[in-house]
């Protein structure tokens, strides 16, 4: 008998993949024995994670493809075509964000071309295309039950186990974790920092986070502070650092996303962007004290698991999902007061 095989085509960087964890591990669960192969695109900025070095190494997929994001060449194609008909896939589950419905229909037309047998999470609805409010509390439904229900009827995850959110860490990356750690004392609180972003209409602003990270200090004397993100990010790390008085580590740029988990899982709490840093801090099970711009409406992005602490002031341009925000001047995040998340961190420190 062969081996049966089987696609997941999905898309972004550190918090998409982190959202689609449950659907990941769903598949896996319904197809135990299947070989199963990621199809994805190679990262656009050098700041966004790729798929793989978020989810590899779970066991969630045994393979992965992957090709140029936005490819139009007839011959990469065609490449990539013959690469999937050849491995002869029974399923495909698509977990990519929606873009359009030609764009969807074409996904569809490319995979019944190369073979695939069954198709799963292409026939959307309205609530799969665009964040719909919930009409008993007016929220927005969470992403990551957006995308399971991607993989229904085939595969079925359950948010509020935990199991479907392990990122299966390696003794090797726990053990690095460790060795990062070690200039810190052994049995140290700690807590994690991130205070950058990719992202324009995110950023709170390096002053104010040099600001709490002085007034956290004076209020948590025995803690060291752990800052995480891209290398890009280190230096606003340090500015923040600067202001902490006590032990610190600037990790920016030092570690992978799972080497990161697994550093943050040794920490009592996050403080930090709606970021990806946060949802690993969510994936790892430490509460968060996470600022939000309106960008996106509230529950959307949520982190993952309980006693959070979300910070965010609703404008009246709230849910304009700008990647850059210069005509309203962030209006959202500047009527965020250092006060505001000074309280909620030292609320979560005290549980």
């Known amino acids: 008998m062969s081996e049966q095989r089987i696609l997941v085509y999905r898309l972004g960087s550190l918090g998409d993949s982190i959202m689609a964890l449950p659907a990941f591990h769903a ?182 986070w040099k600001e709490l990270s002085g007034r956290l200090a004076g209020h948590l004397p025995d803690w060291s502070a752990v800052f995480f993100g891209s290398a890009e990010e280190a230096r606003e790390a340090e500015a923040c650092m600067g202001a902490w008085v006590g032990r610190s580590l600037n990790l920016c740029g030092a570690c992978n996303p799972r080497v990161a988990a697994a550093a943050m899982a040794r920490c009592r709490f996050f403080v930090g962007h709606d970021s990806g840093p946060m949802h690993l801090a969510g994936c790892a099970g430490i509460p968060c004290v996470a600022v939000f711009s309106a960008r996106n409406l509230p529950r959307q992005w949520f982190p993952r698991g309980e006693g959070h602490q979300i910070v965010q002031n609703l404008t009246d341009c709230a849910g304009c999902g700008l990647e850059t925000c210069t005509a309203q001047a962030k209006k959202c995040l500047s009527g965020i007061s250092v006060d505001e998340v000074e309280r909620a961190a030292l609320l979560v420190a005290a549980g």
């Open 27 to 208: 598949v896996r669960r319904a197809f135990p024995s299947a070989r199963i192969t990621l199809l994805t695109i190679k990262p656009v900025e050098s700041k966004a994670a790729p798929v793989e070095s978020i989810l590899g190494g779970a066991g969630l997929f045994d393979e992965v493809l992957d090709y140029s994001v936005g490819t139009r060449n007839p011959f990469v194609l065609g490449i990539l075509l013959a690469k999937l008909r050849s491995r002869r896939f029974s399923a495909a589950f698509n977990l990519v964000e929606y873009r359009s419905d030609a764009a969807t229909a074409r996904d569809r037309f490319f995979f019944r071309l190369a073979g695939v047998r069954a198709l799963y999470g292409f026939d959307l609805q309205d609530r799969d295309k665009h964040p719909v409010p919930d009409r008993q509390t007016g929220l927005i439904e969470w992403e990551a039950a957006r995308i399971a229900r991607r993989v229904e009827p085939a595969a079925r995850a359950d948010l509020a186990d935990g199991r479907f959110w392990d990122l299966g860490l390696s003794p090797f990356e726990t053990g690095k974790a460790a060795e990062l750690l070690s200039p810190l004392a052994p049995n140290q609180n700690l807590v994690a920092f991130s205070t950058g972003t990719k992202v324009q209409a995110k950023h709170w602003g390096i002053e104010k």
